[in-house]
């Protein structure tokens, strides 16, 4: 994206450390007085000397559409407005834009780079979008519709296709020359060379053409090992490789090696951020679909992505209410029991959360391999192990001592060491299992891992509480 | 860091999108088969064709440290086993490194940028760094010691003293010239400008650079208002920035506003990785310190890290055990209610995780402001009530016709209800608190939220079947 080197070029009057999170809660509640107020000139004023990454921001926090959009009418000059919309959420720019007529979106969009036109154009209905394209220049709009073909979250679908490459018989001092005279060199980390039939046969750094002799040809000094992605790999994939190899950009080539576009760093910290907050949010039983904001989306798209895992959960913990009602009759006798039935399903299920945790993000950043499992498997489950020993002596200590009775101590320790090893076990090859059969393993440790650990646990204790009855009464 | 640069002139066999987790697998493989056989001729020419990174993560995944050491000592040439040092882990570090003498060690990292030294460095023991930076070029260990002395996971803890700046009446041809003829040009993203006592005046990109004529004097085409941070900047303030701004570097100042260092994108792109897999281990309960690698660690450290939490746990779910204990006679009376023990309390866990999530999440990536937080908590409690409702009418439906009790079937459904408002609006509320009063959020969701969430549910759920308890029966 451009937006690295546009963000560079414009005056920012934004200080250093100062700009930390309550210095931009100052600055809410000012636009917010001043909204309220209906002081135009002074709003106009102070957006005029924010920087586009905060107007947009400042616009995502704002409390309804239509101060949203009366905001957004005062950035001036009108080049900023096209700014801020590529620094907007998708939510966001779907509600400013409503009753911006068709011809206005295509005009303020003009200047963007091709991969933000197609992030301002997916956050609008299909008809909409159409009718935008056909509203451009032919030439930027056949850019856009290329990038609109590729499947979501796939590099081809995040790339732009504004990079700089040259032919490998291109002097070092053609290249610089070309370079300056270019408009698009906002991306240029790398220089790209191609041969006649664009296909991508190396690399080179800005710095090595600043540091060769004039007439050095690129071709006798580009690395002809290029660490590239194919349209299709998944943007998390990309993330990983720029992450991995401290890449700057990472061209895109097609079937036939040839480049069509590239990913640069910007965007990686983005998805990134992106993938973190899913696997978090996946965790917790979260459905997290394309673009979700949760916090902000209307309520209820909040409740469909949150229920189905709610409601699955609510049959597996009946299923444990069940197996109670099983042992109804070891209950009544022995009440007792009940003490420490929230204790073996809270510890199975903490446990377990706790290697899910780091299975789970262990294979999301690279940590683990698919051959490292048995290694990793011995290793949680002989500390799961351990952790049941002190978890079951003190679980026994409490039980014998509150209950004055030793048989009571014996079976809740003994139950608590097999919960939670056996919880350990499941919670950490579940991850894998799901990840070999290519789902994402952050789904497991919320619904299954949880649920399949409190019914285990309760089968667990209730099953030796009952063998050993006619001893606990 | 020099890392972007030195990767990029490096030749590099890894090609492109086939290098995928699957083909690091098969890598790992045939490494631990050379190893068996002791194959140490085949091994050396495979390791000499891998990417350092690659080399730093498969050292990682071998078993012993005397197999990390064999495979490290086998890098050739002996430049690029310091960049393999630079991105391996800390831990495979000391591993690595613990029989190597000294004076070799200063070898071996002298010629890495110094954020690498000194990262390399922290590893050791006090005593074994001081000495080998007794040993370092004088000039080179100044600038590492200064590095030492900041505060870690600071923004003058992770900085690189090495970068470009230049004084404001220099010409834009001067500018180019010097660029050329500098060694350490791999973090020229941005050309800062000082003035003569060192303090930070403004940037400028490489690109407005090339783009004006030569005898341009800096000065006059400066951005002076530069987004920069303090030495004593926490290193997630640092990334937070970097990331909205959409930075390539940003630069440190000291108190006067004088030029210190910058922290580079590559960096930043780390700590994003590193912040969210503490996040996510924090709200499962694993205390995260500096540097941890649980995969990895020894069991003990592990256990150390993972117990504190679960005793917490222990605790607070023996307290859900006392109540449920406190209200033996009303379970004896109707032993029915045991059935939905379970479902009450994982119901009232779960839908506050949710919660606490998506605000811990918001906090950590700036979703969320402070002055955000009365929407927030409105907006969560009603999808909480929402919810609640949802699930009261399925629990009390589920329990008034499997026990044929509607009395019971209210119970449950009311209790329901309750449990979750109440706890959906502690989830939500409880990281903000944490938050204000300076505690990681990330803290809450685990021990706090969950526990209190137990045993508010249990104590609504029995205390009203306790007040209609001639009903139920």
Chains 1, 2 share one sequence.
């Not at 704002?62 to 407005?81: C, D, H, M, W």
């Not at 935008?132 to 979501?152: F, G, T």
Request: proline letters at 4%; glycine letters at 6%; charged letters at 20%.
């Amino acid at each position: 994206m451009d937006r690295l080197d546009a963000r560079n070029e414009r005056p920012d009057k934004g200080a250093g450390a100062t700009r930390t999170a309550s210095r931009f809660d100052v600055i809410l509640d000012s636009v917010g007085r001043l909204l309220r107020r209906g002081a135009i000139g002074n709003l106009e004023r102070m957006v005029s000397k924010m920087h586009p990454a905060d107007v947009a921001k400042m616009l995502h926090h704002l409390n309804s559409a239509q101060e949203k959009r009366t905001v957004f009418e005062l950035i001036k000059p009108e080049g900023n407005k096209a700014q801020v919309l590529s620094e907007m959420d998708q939510g966001d720019i779907g509600e400013t834009l409503t009753d911006v007529p068709a011809a206005d979106i295509a005009m303020l969009i003009r200047d963007l780079p091709d991969d933000d036109q197609a992030y301002v154009l997916t956050t609008m209905p299909e008809e909409r979008s159409q009718e935008i394209l056909r509203l451009m220049k032919p030439e930027d709009s056949a850019e856009v519709k290329d990038l609109l073909q590729y499947e979501p979250k796939t590099a081809g679908a995040i790339m732009t296709t504004e990079y700089f490459s040259l032919l490998e018989d291109t002097t070092a001092e053609a290249a610089i020359h070309r370079l300056q005279g270019s408009k698009d060199t906002g991306n240029v980390f790398y220089v790209y060379v191609t041969d006649s039939t664009e296909k991508l046969v190396g690399v080179l750094s800005l710095r090595q053409l600043l540091q060769v002799p004039p007439h050095t040809r690129l071709g006798t000094m580009i690395k002809r090992e290029v660490i590239s992605v194919a349209t299709d790999t998944d943007q998390e994939e990309v993330a990983k490789l720029v992450a991995r190899y401290n890449l700057l950009a990472i061209p895109v080539v097609d079937r036939d090696n040839a480049l069509v576009g590239i990913i640069t760093v910007d965007d990686v910290v983005d998805i990134i951020h992106d993938a973190a907050t899913e696997d978090m949010l996946k965790m917790s039983g979260t459905k997290s679909e394309e673009e979700e904001d949760l916090l902000h989306s209307p309520v209820i798209k909040s409740l469909r992505l949150r229920v189905p895992w709610l409601l699955t959960n609510l049959i597996g913990s009946m299923v444990s209410g069940m197996i109670l009602w099983f042992f109804r009759h070891t209950i009544q006798e022995v009440v007792a029991l009940v003490t420490f039935i929230p204790v073996i399903a809270a510890m199975g299920g903490n446990v377990g959360l706790q290697s899910s945790t780091l299975v789970i993000r262990g294979l999301a950043t690279g940590q683990i391999e698919l051959s490292d499992v048995r290694k990793v498997f011995l290793r949680q489950v002989t500390i799961g192990f351990l952790i049941s020993m002190l978890c079951g002596v003190v679980a026994l200590a409490a039980a014998a001592i509150m209950h004055i009775n030793l048989t009571l101590g014996l079976v809740v320790g003994i139950a608590m060491v097999f919960a939670l090893v056996v919880s350990t076990a499941m919670a950490t090859i579940m991850p894998v299992i799901l990840k070999r059969y290519g789902v994402d393993p952050a789904v497991a440790a919320g619904p299954f891992v949880t649920t399949a650990n409190d019914i285990t646990g309760i089968a667990i204790y209730l099953s030796l509480a009952t063998a050993v009855l006619a001893h606990l009464q």
